[in-house]
T-cell receptor
Framework: DGGITQSPKYLFRKEGQNVTLSCEQN?????MYWYRQDPGQGLRLIYY???????QKGDIAEGYSVSREKKESFPLTVTSAQKNPTAFYLC???????????????FGPGTRLTVL | EDQVTQSPEALRLQEGESSSLNCSYT??????LFWYRQDPGKGPEFLFT???AGEEKEKERLKATLTKKESFLHITAPKPEDSATYLC???????????FGTGTRLKVLA
């Protein structure tokens, strides 16, 4: 079955720790995204990557870092510089057709991060 | 500024009571509008993509329509299993970023 997997499902972080969230897709999609979801707010874009070895900051990139060494993988690191990291994190992917019409995003199951 | 507004924030329906959810958008040019369903603690599940005004798409009890300023998600004869949060998103011309609304929480009572 093709899809997007995220791990772990639940993650607990102590103050001052860096943690890494995993995102893997076997849809052969070029583009991958990380979003943060907080209650009462729309999904906010953290980082996105359209091709391997290239990524761009989204609207709330401060305190986060990513890498895109393989097409299938787009891990997100939440650093100690992120002051309020408790949230639900969603990874998504899409083809990157480069055409005028939008490409549909598909989402993984999410990781809930809690700061202790 | 590109923006997406969904209404109502929450909606309670009796089983079988049809209704519509609204997604109003302001973008410089629309590349596409998306509807997703999200259950608590899970990732959004893709429902529909609409590209141009006048376009309609259907799936079971759901029908999505699009005008130049808004989209509606019509729910016909809903069942309790349709209870979820429904998210709307747009992608504007000249960008590969997606803008999401805050969602409509739908509760269907048996």
């Amino acid at each position: 079955d093709g899809g997007i997997t995220q791990s772990p499902k639940y993650l607990f972080r102590k103050e001052g720790q860096n943690v890494t969230l995993s995102c893997e897709q076997n849809l052969n999609h070029d583009a991958m995204y990380w979003y943060r979801q907080d209650p009462g707010q729309g999904l906010r874009l953290i980082y996105y990557s359209q091709i391997v070895n290239d990524f761009q900051k989204g609207d709330i990139a401060e305190g986060y870092s990513v890498s895109r060494e393989k097409k299938e993988s787009f891990p997100l690191t939440v650093t100690s510089a992120q002051k309020n990291p408790t949230a639900f994190y969603l990874c998504a992917s899409s083809i990157f057709s480069g055409r005028h019409l939008a490409d549909t995003q598909y989402f993984g199951p999410g990781t809930r991060l809690t700061v202790l | 500024e590109d923006q997406v507004t969904q209404s109502p924030e929450a909606l309670r329906l009796q089983e079988g009571e049809s209704s519509s959810l609204n997604c109003s958008y302001t973008v410089s040019g629309l590349r596409g509008l998306f509807w997703y369903r999200q259950d608590p603690g899970k990732g959004p599940e893709f429902l529909f993509t609409l590209y141009s005004a006048g376009e309609e798409k259907e799936k079971e009890r759901l029908k999505a329509t699009l005008t130049k300023k808004e989209s509606f998600l019509h729910i016909t004869a809903p069942k309790p299993e349709d209870s979820a949060t429904y998210l709307c998103a747009v992608q504007a011309s000249g960008t590969y970023k997606y803008i999401f609304g805050t969602g409509t929480r739908l509760k269907v009572l048996a």
